[in-house]
């Protein structure tokens, strides 16, 4: 790292001399990230927090706008029914359903391809290498804009108009107790705590229950199987300009007890900014009382006060040093 060592003490003045700015620059980022860490973990805030949470299992009136931490097993609003009546169809158990009209386009990507193969024929180390737009074709929503006309080196491509259709995305409350939680990065952060599965339709599901939807779309659509987990879709065939109306939903397969942290609004727990909780505070793989949560939040402040503690202090002696090998080093 400092070159000849065997110089000991000048070989480190020497170093140090010739990439001051360097160290320089590395102490004041530690110094920074140090001094940032300790004002986000400041022994005021576990406290502050601790004042402020409630611990319910129930929707009560006094709770409104209150931090409230609760405990249970996550469910489903309304049994995750979905209802989606311009298809005629119903699904069970859902946290999502979505039907999406798809269009075949013309669409321009970028592929590099290989303009020197180097003087090693065998290897592809010393290629070079380029970017170059071609076109190409792409399912996109059918109601999407995209370019009228394109071109590559093979020649020039229209692309046809997009098509009207509405499409139905719902997606349902994921529920602890009498509790919905409305708060997209809190969701996520449960659906990757719990077993999920995501389902289509079979073709006799859509052939029986879709036939009026199908009219509606026009000559030529039929229910055809996807090709993915035999899964079925509406389509009036795979060239340009053709549609393809796919269906998918998800549920919950297996669930366990987790804890959710959040300000409680009506029936719902939501996130805001000023509770001064990351997503990793917000939701746990397990029931906590609030004393529990507490005293983890509070031993991880400690922790992160003391790595900011060593972080000022390492960029400090890191500055320190190059100013001091900077009046007395090598010149």
Not at 232 to 241: F, L, R, V
Request: net charge negative.
């Amino acid at each position: 790292m400092f070159g000849n060592v065997g110089n000991g003490a000048q070989g480190v003045r020497n170093w140090f001399w010739n990439h001051r700015i360097i160290v320089r620059i590395i102490s004041a980022l530690v110094l920074v990230f140090g001094i940032a860490v300790m004002f986000a973990n400041t022994e005021g805030r576990v406290e502050n927090i601790a004042n402020n949470l409630v611990e319910t299992k129930e929707v009560l009136p006094e709770n409104e706008g209150k931090l409230v931490i609760v405990s249970g097993t996550p469910s489903i609003e309304n049994d995750g029914v979905i209802v989606d009546e311009e298809a005629n169809l119903q699904v069970k158990n859902a946290y999502f359903y979505r039907r999406i009209p798809l269009q075949l386009v013309y669409a321009k990507k970028p592929k590099e391809i290989v303009i020197d193969k180097g003087k090693d024929l065998n290897s592809t180390l010393d290629d070079k290498t380029e970017k170059i737009d071609y076109v190409e074709t792409e399912w996109i929503p059918a109601g999407a804009e995209r370019e009228n006309k394109l071109s590559d080196k093979y020649g020039e491509y229209e692309n046809p108009p997009k098509v009207d259709l509405s499409s139905f995305y719902k997606n349902n409350y994921l529920c602890i107790g009498k509790f919905k939680i409305d708060s997209t990065d809190v969701h996520v952060k449960i659906l990757n705590l719990v077993e999920t599965k995501e389902h289509g339709f079979t073709k006799e599901v859509l052939k029986k229950n879709c036939q009026d939807y199908i009219k509606t779309l026009g000559n030529g659509f039929k229910v055809v199987s996807q090709g993915y987990k035999n899964y079925a879709m509406i389509s009036n065939g795979d060239e340009i300009g053709d549609i393809h109306v796919k269906f998918s939903y998800g549920t919950l397969e297996s669930m366990k007890p987790i804890t959710v942290i959040g300000r409680q609004k009506g029936d719902k727990i939501v996130s805001e900014d000023k509770d001064d909780l990351s997503i990793s505070e917000q939701v746990y793989d397990k029931i906590l009382s609030k004393d529990e949560y507490i005293k983890g939040l509070s031993s991880e402040d400690a922790d992160s006060r003391s790595f900011g503690f060593n972080s000022i202090l390492i960029g400090v002696i890191g500055l320190l040093l190059t100013l001091k090998f900077n009046r007395f080093g090598t010149r």
